[in-house]
């Protein structure tokens, strides 16, 4: 089974989303929007993508500039505050295998497939 952290507003997760539909993967599609991750699951998700939590954050985002840019930010409150706000986590992520990649740009993940 192969799953999607996936966010239907979001051109890239559409695009991996169809991907995956393409290669004939079985989905299990997560709305983390609407499901956020709980602090194990994004842990490990960040070490099985071998990614710092802050490269996983969206710092683009005027949530991100408004509310915490600048600020001295350690790890575990950054995994916290993408639990919080789950709008800040980069998309797609798609898991398989015990592997995940993320979907910037959408044929990444193809590797792992």
Known sequence: ??????????SKSRETLKLLEDENE??????????PPTQVELTSLLSILG????QLIRTGESLWKDKYKGKKISPSQLVD????????IERPIVVKNGR?????PPQSVKEIL
Not at 51 to 54: D, K, L
Not at 100 to 104: D, F, N, S
């Open 100 to 104: 995940a990649a993320l979907g910037r």
């Open 51 to 54: 990614m710092e939590p802050i």
């Open 81 to 88: 505050i993408m639990i919080k706000n789950p709008q800040l």
């Open 1 to 10: 089974m192969t799953q999607i952290y996936h966010n239907p507003r979001c």
């Open 26 to 35: 079985k989905i299990e599609v997560i709305y983390y929007l609407k499901t």
